[in-house]
């Protein structure tokens, strides 16, 4: 069992919960993530390593109440157990010293960005992140990334924090008036597919994390393949990073309506 150690509210819906997995904390890498699950009968749920401290034996979470399963995850409290938690999975992050990495996020996909953006800073990239959310309540880490970032840009789509606008005017900004070596991307599919095709547009190599479908997490049910370049992958063990130009962002939001 996976003690709950803290428990804090980013808004209504999303929660960050700081877990004990001793193993996992010391193993785990940016672009790493768990699977979980809460109760005997509980469903699997695939959850991104926001962050990880070896010392303490403890793992980082973030969790967008959006079912049943989800919303008895952010139901726990501090002393409350974890049935299960199953990592590090998926393969880590490459990073290297691109030169300008820019790094944006949506919404709760802001969470597994922090250890990734973190990493190309510490690689002696220069890192600008740009954060969106429908409204300031979905803008979360915001002290984080500006911790590890050069330069941070905020956009909502109605305007109450930083520039109003979608996540691809801030992209764009940054690309017009600097030179950008690599960009990653994570949030919502339909997020991804604009900055793919924006960055495509300034032949700017782009990196997505997908948020497919997973039952088991181990490539043996098939539920998280994606086409990326005309050829089926599984997100589970051979993502969830992708080149973000050949994935089809389409199939990948058909499969999640589903």
């Known amino acids: 069992m996976n003690k709950v150690v803290s428990k804090e509210k980013f808004s209504e819906n999303v929660t960050k919960l700081v877990v004990e997995a001793p193993l996992i904390a010391r193993a785990r890498r940016a672009g790493h993530f768990v699977i979980v699950r809460s109760g005997e009968n509980g469903e699997r749920i695939p959850l991104t390593i926001a962050d990880a401290d070896p010392q303490a034996g403890t793992i980082t979470l973030v969790i967008q109440a959006v079912g049943v399963s989800t919303r008895k995850l952010c139901a726990l409290e501090p002393g409350d157990s974890l049935t299960d938690v199953v990592g590090p999975l998926g393969q880590a992050t490459h990073i290297e010293k691109y030169g300008t990495v820019l790094c944006c996020g949506g919404g709760v996909g802001v969470a597994p960005l922090l250890p990734i ?4 800073k510490a690689a002696g990239n220069r890192v600008v992140s740009v954060l969106a959310g429908r409204t300031k309540d979905l803008i979360i880490l915001e002290d ?6 050069d330069d941070v840009i905020i956009m909502t789509d109605d305007g109450s924090y930083g520039q109003k606008g979608l996540v691809t005017v801030g992209v764009e900004q940054v690309i017009k008036r600097e030179h950008v070596d690599y960009c990653v991307t994570i949030g919502p599919a339909v997020m991804m597919k604009f900055v793919a095709l924006l960055t495509k547009k300034y032949n700017v190599p782009t990196e997505a994390s997908l948020n497919a479908i997973m039952v088991d997490g181990t490539g043996m049910c098939g539920a998280c393949r994606v086409t990326v370049g005309g050829k089926t992958r599984f997100v589970c063990v051979e993502g969830p990073e992708f080149n973000a130009h050949e ?12």
């Open 144 to 149: 984080e990334v500006r911790a590890s970032s």
């Open 247 to 258: 994935v089809d962002f389409d199939e990948l939001m058909m499969r999640l309506k589903a």
């Open 117 to 120: 953006l973190r990493a190309m």
